[in-house]
Nanobody, 122 residues
Framework: QVQLVESGGGLVQPGGSLRLSCAAS????????MGWYRQAPGKERELVAR???????NYADSVKGRFILSRDNAKNTVYLQMNSLKPEDTAVYYC????????????????WGKGTLVTVSS
């Protein structure tokens, strides 16, 4: 199994910044992709940002230019630097990891963190 430990959520004023981190541990042979999704009240879960093993990063249009995703391969950790936060960024943010547990795995397994709440409010 793979465990994901998220941290960094909280309450911030509009225009402020927060940094989320997600560390993966456990049965990991190779991580394929890491990223963050979010789910606001009454809405579906959506992609925020995701980085592949080839360092290609996809951002949701709503966060481009404000959020920065980075990855520390040595620590199996992904970071989401969130700047210029808006009230509409309020949501539970979930870490997402696609990982090969063994060298013999043909497809990666997807894991989800428990979520961390980000509230943007004055």
């Amino acid at each position: 199994q793979v465990q994901l430990v998220e941290s960094g959520g909280g309450l911030v004023q509009p225009g402020g910044s927060l940094r989320l981190s997600c560390a993966a541990s456990g049965s990991i042979f190779r991580i394929n992709a890491m990223g963050w999704y979010r789910q606001a009240p009454g809405k579906e879960r959506e992609l925020v940002a995701r980085i592949t093993s080839g360092s290609s990063i996809n951002y949701a249009d709503s966060v481009k230019g404000r959020f920065i995703l980075s990855r520390d391969n040595a620590k199996n950790t992904v970071y989401l630097q969130m700047n210029s936060l808006k009230p509409e960024d309020t949501a539970v943010y979930y870490c997402n990891v696609d990982s090969f547990r063994f060298a013999s795995d043909v497809y990666p397994t997807t894991y989800w963190g428990k979520g961390t709440l980000v509230t943007v409010s004055s």
